[in-house]
């Protein structure tokens, strides 16, 4: 099998895409899509994202130092997309989309009530790097929907069908092929 070489890039996929929520001082809430996002760090639980500084919740993000990551779904992938293309310059998107925003208990910036997961984040560290700046957060609180909990308060997050970017195109998850450790657990 041959392989073909090519210039340095942005190869890792599929990643995670996300609704990032975001409210200036005047409580303007927008939603930018954000794919470049991840877990930094487990104690003190940290995550990051990274965005171009054109964007318009850069700005925001920059002087508010918090922002919501909003786990993003099948049901919500056509939003998804329209809040990574359209500008919060120039739309609701909150109202485009008819997403319902809802007031974080540790942030300004707004939950999206239809994600199953909404990540409150307080940013950390800013740093300058290229095309995107990322920022690194600190987690402040975990809001889930009731609607994937078991009765014994286990949270399914695979019911609410999560999607996953790569390479320009969305994805939904395939089946489960195991579990954490399943390669080297003992058989029965």
Wanted: proline share 4%.
């Amino acid at each position: 099998m041959g392989k073909t070489e090519w210039k340095p890039g942005n190869m890792l996929y599929p990643l995670p895409v996300v609704m990032v929520s975001t409210a200036d001082e005047n409580d303007h809430y927008n939603i930018i899509t954000v794919a470049w996002t991840g877990t930094v760090c487990t104690n003190p639980a940290m995550v990051s994202i990274s965005v171009r500084p054109e964007r318009y919740s850069y700005d925001i993000i920059k002087r508010t130092g918090e922002f919501v990551i909003n786990l993003t779904t099948e049901q919500l992938a056509y939003a998804t997309d329209y809040c990574g293309v359209r500008s919060g310059r120039d739309v609701d998107k909150f109202k485009e989309m008819q997403l319902t925003a809802v007031k974080g208990t540790k942030v300004r910036a707004p939950l999206i009530a239809e994600s199953p997961v909404n990540i409150e984040c307080r940013v950390t560290e800013m740093k300058k790097l290229g095309s995107h700046d990322l920022f690194l957060a600190e987690v402040l609180t975990i809001h889930v929907d009731e609607a994937y909990m078991d009765h014994n308060g286990k949270f399914h997050l695979s019911d609410a069908k999560p999607i996953v970017y790569s390479h320009g195109e969305y994805f939904g998850l395939g089946s489960l092929m195991g579990n954490f450790g399943y390669s080297v657990r003992k058989k029965k």
